[in-house]
């Protein structure tokens, strides 16, 4: 178990260009999670995936965000024409899949730091 | 809709004093309840859950219990360590509606030696 990883950890980026993050997830989780954390509040849900297939998004992802997760392994999570207001810490989680289950914790990465200046 | 709220911090408390932090949480039906523990310069974890009324999570001497009939899930220590530092994030996962887990805003505990 070598744990969730993200990567860049931090980026810095000037308003309206693209950015693209990257998620790799514990090797036998079929569920990946993208979660958003702004400075003084708890993560918000964005998306989750099933294996490749994306199964619910959060009305907080606008057209400008976009996720995918081919062949249902890494993740990528990308913003076009960044905005100031898209700085913010964008975790990756992911769980075990057992059926129905609604209780499996959830493992996080450190997550990427991304700056718009 | 589901949502979850817990106290404002942060919270310093001495080594070795006793800690309690309030979450309630709205719902329907019956979700499954989650303290995550964030300490600095790491990735959120999981510290303990219940997945039914009045069962009690506890782990690291960490306790709290579902209670249905108030809707909360206040984590309690009995007694501090200046490494308990930490945020923690209360969190629900709801019976119906998907897999997403949602969580309230973060608790910053600091223990002072």
């Known amino acids: 178990d070598t744990g969730v990883s993200q990567n860049p950890r931090h980026k810095i980026t000037k308003r309206g260009q693209n950015v693209t993050f990257r998620c790799d997830p514990i090797?036998?989780?079929?569920?990946l999670y993208w979660y958003r954390q702004t400075l003084g509040q708890g993560p918000e849900f964005l998306t989750y995936?099933?294996?490749?297939?994306?199964?619910?998004k959060s009305r907080l992802l606008s057209d400008r965000f976009s996720a995918e997760r081919p062949k249902g392994s890494f993740s990528t999570l990308e913003i076009q024409r960044t905005e100031q207001g898209d700085s913010a810490m964008y975790l990756c989680?992911?769980?075990?899949?057992?059926?129905?289950?609604?209780?499996?914790?959830?493992?996080f990465g450190s997550g990427t730091q991304l700056s718009v200046l | 809709g589901n949502s979850v709220t817990q106290m404002e911090g942060p919270v310093t408390l001495s080594e070795e004093a006793f800690l309690t932090i309030n979450c309630t949480y709205t719902?329907?039906?019956?979700?499954?309840l989650f303290w995550y523990v964030q300490y600095p310069g790491e990735g959120l974890q999981l510290l303990l859950k219940?997945?039914?009324?009045?069962d009690k999570g506890s782990n690291k001497g960490f306790e709290a219990t579902y209670r249905k009939e108030t809707t909360s899930f206040h984590l309690e220590k009995g007694s501090v360590q200046v490494s308990d530092s930490a945020v923690y994030f209360c969190?629900?996962?709801?019976?119906?509606?998907?897999?997403?887990?949602?969580f309230g805003a973060g608790t910053r505990l600091f223990v002072k030696a």
């Open positions: 719902a329907t039906g019956y979700p499954s």
């Open positions: 969190a629900l996962s709801p019976y119906t509606g998907g897999f997403k887990t949602i």
């Open positions: 219940a997945t039914k009324a009045d």
């Open positions: 989680a992911s769980s075990p899949d057992r059926g129905r289950s609604t209780n499996e914790k959830l493992f």
């Open positions: 090797s036998e989780h079929n569920r």
């Open positions: 995936f099933q294996n490749e297939a994306q199964l619910e």
